[in-house]
Structures are given as structure tokens and as C-alpha cells.
């Protein structure tokens, strides 16, 4: 089967003149892939098929292009599935040592920062991989369907699940040199959202609104333990970072529905080799209806009602405020476990 994919290949580069130009067969003198190309242009085989192309004229060196007929329509709904531009499909052995890869890219960057180390003087930025859709009008004058940049997804269809098998949908590394310091410019960065309005005539733009810089959910019938969880063997300087944060008018940094907290001296025990360790929290501030309470493991100790009402559960005072002698600040009381202030002014205890 090999071979006629080789004269399919031979016989359309002989048909071309283009393309009986571009590519040659044989075995080459193949460049270390460990290392930036070097070698003689054009598509041979050795332990499978090797292209290489000197381009520096801004073609790409591959194109796959596919289009969908003009008013194709989906006979039948309950086939409908996916259609690919490219399909890289990998089998794996069940035993194996070195790791599969179905598609990697690689850019290796030896471009200057800047010309002469001037500023803005930027040169260009180079990407490994690009995932970019463009949502057209579809010449009906209704929305366009639903549109993705990129989709990466890991589903596991293990028939017994042991909960060892680790399954990530996306892993985003940032790793520094191997030489160390600080990042003083910030120009390290893991993961960047940003959030843009498409305007080639660079004229002025009108206001619009993204809902979401980054959307978490889960299905029905899964519970998502911690949605954001920031851990590791190295320091962290700030968990959450909302000082150059351009807030609405509203200037809302937090926002919590009734009834949900927030805990202090956390803690969670869990770590390889203790997969049951317990989590939980001693202490919580939470909005409970009209009142914010403040909770211990000796239940509601501080609680502000709307109206400014305080409800303590103990009072213990600065000196010239209570009297610790007579048990009396503002009111006659004389054994103190829970007082009511409103105004500065005890108006009830018990």
C-alpha cells in the first residue's frame, strides 16, 4: 500500500512542473531535528514522509484548503459528526516508554528583540501554533452559528475508572532560562486573555461588551471540586492581583450571591500518596439574608444587620468605653454575654 502512495505522489509531481520543481525523492542528507533546519529542499522518506522547504517570502509552505458546497444541507440529522481539514490520528502500544505526540510544532525564534536595541523598535512576534475562526455572514441576515478558536478536550472511556489515570484537557507551560532572574519587565507570562474589537480601518471604535475573559462550569451530574486552585513547590508572591484592574462604575472586585462564603484559615491535606487527606475551614464570613455574620467553630460571633445593628457574642471593650467594674456601658447591663449597638450606644443585652 506504501509504494502506490509514493507513485500518487511521484506521478503528480511528474504532472506538475510546479510541483516536479518543489519536491525530490531519495534519501537525503537529513538535518538533526533536534536542532534549527538545515538542508536541501524538498519531500523524501526516510522512517516516513519528511518535507522541507527553504521559504522566506511569506508563502506558506503547506495549504490545505476545504470547502463545503454551496447549499449543502445535512440530509440526515442523526448522522451529522465532524468533518476534518487535517486529521492526525495516533495509536498508542500498551506498553510504552517514550510519549505520542498526534501533532506537535515547533518555531525555533533567533529574532533580534529589537533593531539596535531601540525602543519601539519591536520586531515581529513568532507563534508555534495558531487556532483562529472568523464568524462571516452566512447571507440569510440570522446569526451565525456558534464559532471556536480552539477546542481541546480529553475524554476518558475507560470501563473501570480508578481515578490514577491522569486526564487533562490543556497544560500551558511558561518555562524560564536555565540562568535564573527576576522578571523585571513582566514579560513572563503562563496564560494571557484579552479581550479585543476587530477594526482593520484603525478608525474610531464603538463601545462593545465580551461577558466572559474566562468561563467555568460543569455538567449536571459532575461536581467540580475547586474550579481555580493555585498550588506547587514554588512561591507565590499575590493569589489574585486587582490592583491595575480598570473596574466599572460599580467597582465590584468580588461578587458573592447570598448565602456563600468566605473562608479563612483553610486548610487541605490531600498530596500523592494521601488521596484522602480531609479539607475544610474553621472560619467564615458569609451574607446570611439581611445579616453578615462572622463564624467560628463556636457558630455566629459577629453579626452586622442592614439596618447597622451589631450582634455580639461577646463585648469587650476599650478603656473609658465599659465599665468592667460595674458591667454597665450605656445600659443597665450587669453580666454581659451579648449586646446590641446601634449608634455607639448599647440598646439591648442578655
Request: some cysteine; glycine content about 12%; overall charge negative.
Given at each position: 500500500m506504501k509504494i502506490f502512495n509514493y507513485l500518487a505522489v511521484a506521478m503528480l509531481a511528474m504532472a506538475s512542473p510546479a510541483l516536479a520543481d518543489t519536491f525530490s525523492f531519495g534519501q537525503p542528507n537529513l538535518p538533526?531535528?533536534?536542532?534549527?533546519?538545515?538542508?536541501q529542499p524538498g519531500m523524501y522518506t526516510q522512517n516516513g514522509w519528511f518535507f522541507y522547504q527553504m521559504n522566506g517570502q511569506g508563502s506558506p509552505a503547506l495549504r490545505v484548503q476545504r470547502e463545503v458546497a454551496p447549499g449543502y444541507t445535512q440530509s440526515n440529522p442523526a448522522e451529522a459528526g465532524t468533518k476534518k481539514g487535517i486529521w492526525s490520528a495516533t495509536f498508542t502500544g500498551q506498553v510504552e516508554r517514550d510519549s505520542e505526540w498526534g501533532i506537535a510544532s515547533e518555531v525555533f525564534n533567533r529574532t533580534m528583540h529589537a533593531v539596535g536595541n531601540?525602543?519601539?523598535?519591536?520586531?515581529?512576534?513568532?507563534?508555534?501554533?495558531v487556532g483562529q475562526i472568523w464568524v462571516e455572514d452566512n447571507g440569510t441576515l440570522t446569526p451565525t452559528s456558534t464559532s471556536w478558536g480552539g477546542n481541546f478536550n480529553c475524554t476518558d472511556l475507560q470501563t473501570v475508572v480508578t481515578g490514577k489515570s491522569p486526564c487533562v484537557g490543556a497544560e500551558i507551560d511558561t518555562v524560564t532560562a536555565r540562568s535564573g532572574g527576576t522578571d523585571r519587565y513582566r514579560q513572563n507570562i503562563g496564560l494571557q486573555i484579552s479581550a479585543n474589537q476587530w477594526h482593520p480601518e484603525r478608525?474610531?471604535?464603538?463601545?462593545?461588551?465580551?461577558?466572559?475573559?474566562?468561563?467555568i462550569g460543569s455538567g449536571d451530574t459532575v461536581t467540580l471540586e475547586r474550579a481555580i486552585t493555585l498550588r506547587g513547590g514554588g512561591q507565590i508572591g499575590i493569589g489574585l492581583d486587582m490592583v491595575k484592574a480598570n473596574l466599572t462604575s460599580d467597582k465590584l472586585a468580588i461578587a458573592l450571591a447570598p448565602g456563600q462564603r468566605i473562608a479563612?484559615?483553610?486548610?487541605?491535606?490531600?498530596?500523592?500518596?494521601?488521596?484522602?487527606?480531609?479539607?475544610?475551614f474553621g472560619r467564615?464570613?458569609?451574607?446570611?439574608?439581611?445579616?453578615?455574620?462572622?463564624t467560628t467553630p463556636n457558630g455566629n460571633v459577629f453579626n452586622v444587620h442592614d439596618s447597622g445593628a451589631l450582634d455580639l457574642a461577646s463585648y469587650v471593650a476599650t478603656t473609658?468605653?465599659?465599665?468592667?467594674?460595674?458591667?454597665?456601658?450605656?445600659?443597665?447591663?450587669?453580666?454581659?454575654?451579648?449586646v446590641t449597638v446601634r449608634n455607639g450606644i448599647v440598646v439591648g443585652c442578655n
Open positions: 538533526d531535528l533536534n536542532f534549527p533546519m538545515a538542508g531601540a525602543e519601539g523598535s519591536e520586531q515581529a512576534q513568532h507563534v508555534a501554533v478608525g474610531p471604535k464603538a463601545p462593545t461588551t465580551i461577558a466572559y475573559g474566562a468561563l479563612f484559615d483553610a486548610y487541605d491535606n490531600w498530596a500523592p500518596g494521601n488521596e484522602y487527606g480531609a479539607s475544610g467564615s464570613l458569609r451574607l446570611d439574608a439581611d445579616w453578615l455574620r462572622y473609658g468605653l465599659y465599665n468592667k467594674t460595674t458591667g454597665q456601658w450605656g445600659a443597665d447591663c450587669t453580666s454581659v454575654e451579648r
